[in-house]
């Protein structure tokens, strides 16, 4: 593979989030303005740790092909091919659009996710199919610069979000300008990879098209999904065209409610229109949406030098870290609109914490650190990279979570691919990145950011150049050993981390704190000479003439950790959380006693311990001890058992099959969920008829709080006015008499409600026949719906049960007793 020698020699400049790499063209100058500290690139930091050097290789060998191969399979490819033909005015086969209007861009993230391993590691074969891409990609190219196949493959009739018009809907829906965002991101890293104009030609041929359609004095528009502004940014970069960057700002400053003008469906609050982006003050909204404008909001301050985005995106930041940052770094507690709750609503078993939302978290606090140079925002982003993010892939690449959960009751399974498949792109393009977090510089300074062995070659002021090799085992372990190597003997300054987490903070705001301390001391030495690790906007700062081979050993002391909540989140009250080191722990099914662990009782008494398990989800350190299982008895009292408990990485949850899991470990009974005494239905197999829920809710012993409970139903949406019918298959000849079940309706909030009707049925042979009762079937909210029948003896049950007319129907809990 070709690449020219100054395009590596400005590499330097490339941000290292796969969302935020910065660019500078062989035909551009250095921008007027620019982020006060810059990101060591990706390229030049080579690791060969215990923790990330073996993830980034499966995204390489697996994760990668498996995704091109998903969006082969899934049609996302041949849409491109689509649209070709119709531009050929070539006879279509299939006219229908495609499953969504954003579909290209799962094909364009994982080109941008491709192109950041042909940086680092030369693969031909993976050259050349991506060459192939991206001759489809630019074939379904319209001539003026349109790309969006859902409206070229069939113009009068497209994708039902993408309007009669172009642009016509893209704030709501459409999704248009999302789409050339992520067309830019590629376009970007695929010519900072290879050399070659071939994708960046068909960016900046799209660009150019909204360069001269928007705009002072031309249309208004603003992304009704963000992350054209950054796309555009990096083009700015690439070019050092103005008209990119002034267009960026353009859609930033447009955003917000005018009098008269069309408002989305979902309100302007769901995309961050409610207000003007200056006067935003907490994070609202779709939470990706959100951390992909507060990223470009950064962008374009650093490089225009406007201080109103700075405040804007300082004050957010803010209220984030204090009042909606999960323990796992994850935000967007709602599934509902995939969005920020409210202050303090931290739900568990709910949480959605989109595995997007936790990419453009890290995205957002990297930018800020690059602005302020602050170790806070590296505090946040390590949270977020250790726990959040790298828990939406499975072990071995090919299985993801769409949201990440701080509880199961084993109603959650990865899965290995999806509709809507944002994730697995996100997941491709961030993990071949990851080295680029780890350093950055400031003038003379070098900054040591993360912790991972491997080697870097910086570029530091003047051109001169430092070799710092890396050796540990973190986050396994907190020993440190830098290597430092300058070209020559000379005067610069390295500064250290200290984790927030090693100085008792586990976040910079009071939403969380350790319960146990004092804190171990930091140590810290350089050629075997004692210093003091004295903290300054987080970090340790050690000034002096550096020669070949120097060593400097730093050692972050990792204790098991207890960590509370502030008490205005409801959801951990009387509950405690583990970590140690930066990673947060769970306890899993297969680790503990009867595969339950939200029965577990983890008093403040109880003495833990840590331990490297080699042979364990590809080697992990786990934490063990012994705490309580509360158990229910025959007789409906609850018992408690002294047992051996052990916790994982939370990141490795759901690689073992579905199961019990939960972060947030009660620390009292009162808040325990006793494990139910067996009956047949808690024991039974269960089906249903067609749903896109697992139905395990249904048995799963849990008590609703009421009927719009959403923590653990199940629900037959998006059918609606139909017959449904829900089965239990028991471990063995059953004799029962009488069923309870408790209906799921979420009125106010969707279209599932108690049935019109329902009935019990019973298998006798080869037929089902319908139980003898006298008990009227009861469609009551709120409670549990009681029916008493005649003894039967069978293996299966089922129940069928009518919605009422344009609703759909769900259950919360059905019981069969004996």
């Not at 799209?206 to 360069?211: D, F, T, W």
């Not at 960057?245 to 989305?264: H, Q, V, Y």
């Not at 073992?656 to 808040?671: C, E």
């Amino acid at each position: 593979m070709v690449r020219p020698a100054v395009v590596i020699a400005v590499a330097a400049l490339m941000s290292a989030t796969a969302g935020s790499r910065l660019f500078i063209s062989t035909r551009a100058a250095a921008p007027a303005r620019d982020y006060p500290v810059q990101p060591v690139p990706f390229t030049a930091v080579h690791l060969n740790d215990v923790f990330w050097a073996p993830r980034i290789e499966t995204n390489r060998t697996q994760t990668i092909p498996f995704a091109f191969e998903q969006c082969e399979l899934s049609g996302r490819v041949e849409n491109f091919v689509r649209a070709a033909k119709a531009l050929r005015h070539e006879r279509l086969e299939n006219t229908s659009p495609p499953g969504y209007p954003f579909d290209d861009t799962d094909l364009y993230k994982v080109i941008e996710g491709a192109s950041y391993t042909l940086s680092v590691r030369p693969d031909p074969t993976l050259d050349a199919y991506v060459d192939s891409l991206i001759e489809k990609v630019a074939a379904a190219q319209e001539p003026d610069g349109y790309l969006y196949t859902t409206r070229t493959i069939n113009p009068e009739h497209p994708h039902p979000w993408a309007g009669t018009k172009r642009w016509e809907l893209e704030r709501d829906d459409s999704h248009e300008l999302y789409n050339l965002g992520h067309l830019y991101e590629a376009a970007a890293a695929h010519y900072q990879a290879t050399g070659k104009r071939t994708l960046l030609n068909v960016a900046l041929k799209s660009a150019n098209l909204l360069v001269d359609t928007f705009g002072p004095g031309k249309q208004s528009i603003w992304p009704g999904h963000q992350i054209t502004e950054m796309g555009l940014a990096k083009l700015y970069r690439v070019t050092a065209d103005e008209r990119y960057l002034s267009l960026a700002k353009f859609m930033l400053d447009e955003r917000g409610p005018k009098p008269g003008e069309k408002t989305n469906p979902r309100g302007l609050t769901y995309n961050q229109a409610h207000q003007r982006v200056v006067d935003q003050t907490e994070p609202v909204g779709h939470a990706v949406r959100a951390t992909y404008m507060y990223s470009g909001m950064a962008d374009v301050a650093a490089l225009t030098g406007d201080a109103a985005y700075v405040k804007a995106i300082d004050t957010i930041w803010q209220n984030t870290v204090s009042r909606k940052l999960y323990i796992t770094g994850g935000i967007g507690a709602s599934g509902s609109g995939e969005a920020f709750g409210g202050p303090y609503e931290l739900p568990n078993m709910t949480a959605y914490n989109e595995t997007c939302a936790s990419v453009g978290m890290d995205y957002w606090n990297h930018r800020l650190f690059l602005l302020h140079g602050d170790a806070k925002y590296i505090d946040v982003m390590e949270r977020t990279l250790y726990n959040g993010l790298i828990s939406g892939v499975s072990l071995d690449g090919k299985r993801f979570f769409y949201p990440n959960p701080l509880e199961s009751n084993g109603q959650h399974e990865r899965s290995p691919w999806f509709g809507v498949a944002c994730c697995p792109g996100n997941i491709t393009r961030f993990l071949a990145s990851v080295p680029g977090y780890v350093y950055a510089r400031q003038g003379d300074t070098i900054v040591v950011n993360l912790f991972a062995s491997g080697t870097a070659d910086i570029e530091t002021e003047g051109g001169r150049h430092v070799k710092l090799t890396q050796t540990t085992r973190y986050p396994w372990d907190g020993a440190v050993r830098i290597t430092v190597s300058p070209d020559r003997a000379r005067t610069f300054a390295i500064k250290l981390r200290i984790p927030g987490w090693a100085r008792g903070e586990p976040v910079p705001s009071d939403l969380y704190r350790f319960t146990d301390g004092p804190d171990p001391p930091v140590t810290l030495s350089v050629n075997g000479q004692l210093l003091v690790a004295a903290p300054e906007q987080g970090y340790t700062t050690i000034a002096r003439t550096w020669n070949a081979g120097d060593v400097i050993d730093y050692n972050l002391p990792m204790p098991v950790r207890r960590v509370v909540a502030n008490d205005r989140v409801e959801a951990d009250r009387q509950r405690v959380a583990l970590q140690r080191g930066p990673i947060v722990y769970a306890p899993e099914w297969p680790d503990n006693p009867n595969g339950k662990v939200r029965n577990i009782v983890l008093p403040a008494s109880a003495k833990l311990a840590s331990e490297f398990r080699p042979s364990l989800l590809g080697g992990v350190q786990v934490i063990n001890g012994r705490a309580s299982g509360l158990a229910y008895d025959a007789n409906g009292k609850v018992t408690k058992t002294e047992q051996d408990f052990t916790a994982i990485p939370y990141a490795m949850w759901a690689n073992r099959g579905r199961g019990q899991m939960i972060v947030w470990i009660a620390a009292a009974d009162a808040v325990a969920r006793p494990t139910p005494w067996p009956i047949p239905s808690t024991t039974a197999t269960v089906t249903t008829s067609p749903a896109r829920r697992s139905p395990r809710a249904i048995n799963d012993g849990d008590d609703p709080a009421s009927s719009s409970d959403p923590t653990s139903y199940f629900d037959w949406w998006p059918r609606r006015g139909t017959t449904e019918w829900a089965e239990y298959t028991f471990e063995k000849p059953s004799t029962v008499s009488s069923v309870q079940i408790y209906w799921f309706d979420d009125t106010g909030r969707g279209q599932v409600r108690v049935p019109a009707s329902w009935r019990l049925l019973y298998r006798d042979g080869d037929d089902w026949k319908p139980v003898t009762t006298t008990d009227a079937f009861a469609v009551e909210k709120d409670r549990y719906n009681s029916v008493t029948f005649s003894p039967v003896t069978t293996t299966r049950m089922r129940v069928e049960v009518t919605a009422q007319p344009e609703q759909s129907v769900g259950i919360q809990e059905w019981k069969v007793r004996n």
